[in-house]
């Protein structure tokens, strides 16, 4: 018997499995495991409060520029081909326009503006491959 941890739509379950030579392979799914829990977020008052250490803090190292500084950053949810783009530059969305069509696994995905905002750059160019994270457009 091998046990694997399995997570299906945010659920974690232990199963085991059986390897026989040529025999049918059973699976049996056991109980859920728990997630490990998230640390709690860090409130404002917290955040703006001094650090009680005196030894001087590294800084992190900064990130690496994907787009405008300070812009809403619309991001491929998943690998795909660019096969529309529906704005330009400057242009003035509204909350739910469609901005691009993907094609992922032959079906059409609308990406849809999060938010009122103006298009300050269209990073991907139509019949483009994009990947999950990559940065198609930037809202301001």
Do not use: C, H
């Amino acid at each position: 018997m091998r046990k694997f941890i399995v997570n299906v739509n945010g659920n974690s379950y232990e199963v085991e499995v059986e390897e026989v030579g040529g025999a049918p392979v059973s699976v049996t799914a056991a109980k859920p495991v728990q997630p490990v829990s998230a640390p709690a977020p860090v409130t404002a008052a917290q955040a703006a409060a001094p650090a009680a250490s005196p030894a001087p803090a590294e800084k992190p190292a900064a990130p690496a520029p994907s787009g405008v500084e300070g812009a809403i950053k619309l991001t491929a949810p998943m690998p795909g081909t660019i096969l529309d783009i529906k704005v330009n530059p400057g242009d003035k969305v509204s909350k739910g326009t469609l901005v691009i069509i993907l094609e992922a696994m032959k079906m059409e995905n609308e990406i849809l503006a999060p938010e009122d905002a103006t298009v300050t750059s269209v990073n991907v160019t139509r019949g483009q491959q994009v990947n999950t994270g990559d940065v198609m457009l930037a809202l301001n």
